[in-house]
């Protein structure tokens, strides 16, 4: 089976990551995530399902990530790097992201940050959003924390 290509340089982009850096590339710091149903009330219950995590490495002001993701109820239709107030509060948007349109797959891209963006990483208050196809406020969520 052939993939696309994005879906291709979204493989091989978690193999790289998965490897670890090289010795060369020991300064840039590693952040991970573990993507699950965002905060929800009492009638939203059984509507955000899924899990799943992302990595990201900061490479100078760019920030790469990478992930994967399954058990949504409805497909994902988009994705974000945002930039919450705090750790574990919602915020605004910071880039797009690419995703998989489906209940499973894989959340990719990468951001330029600037200093305050690179401040609230180092925070804990990046993350990533999943959007699913009835809660395009965001299904699954994933607060980015240094390794």
């Known amino acids: 089976m052939r ?10 982009a978690a193999g790289l990551i998965a490897l670890g850096p090289p010795a060369w590339a020991q300064d840039n710091p590693t952040f991970e995530g573990r993507l699950s149903p965002r905060p929800i009330d009492g009638r939203m219950r059984g509507q955000l399902t899924g ?9 100078g002001s760019e920030l790469k990530i990478v992930g994967e993701f399954a058990g949504m109820r409805t497909p994902a239709v988009g994705a974000t790097l945002r930039r919450g107030v705090t750790a ?3 915020g605004p948007t910071v880039a797009d992201l690419e995703v998989v349109r489906a209940t499973s797959g894989l959340v990719y891209g990468s951001a330029m940050l600037d200093r305050s963006h690179m401040d609230s990483l180092e925070t804990g208050a990046l993350y990533v959003q999943i959007d699913g196809a009835e809660a395009e406020d965001g299904t699954l969520w994933g607060f980015l924390i240094r390794n």
Do not use: C, K, W
Request: no cysteine.
């Open 51 to 59: 899990l799943g995590e992302v990595t990201a490495v900061l490479e």
């Open 88 to 90: 574990g509060v919602a």
């Open 3 to 12: 993939f696309p290509t994005p879906v291709r340089a979204a493989l091989a």
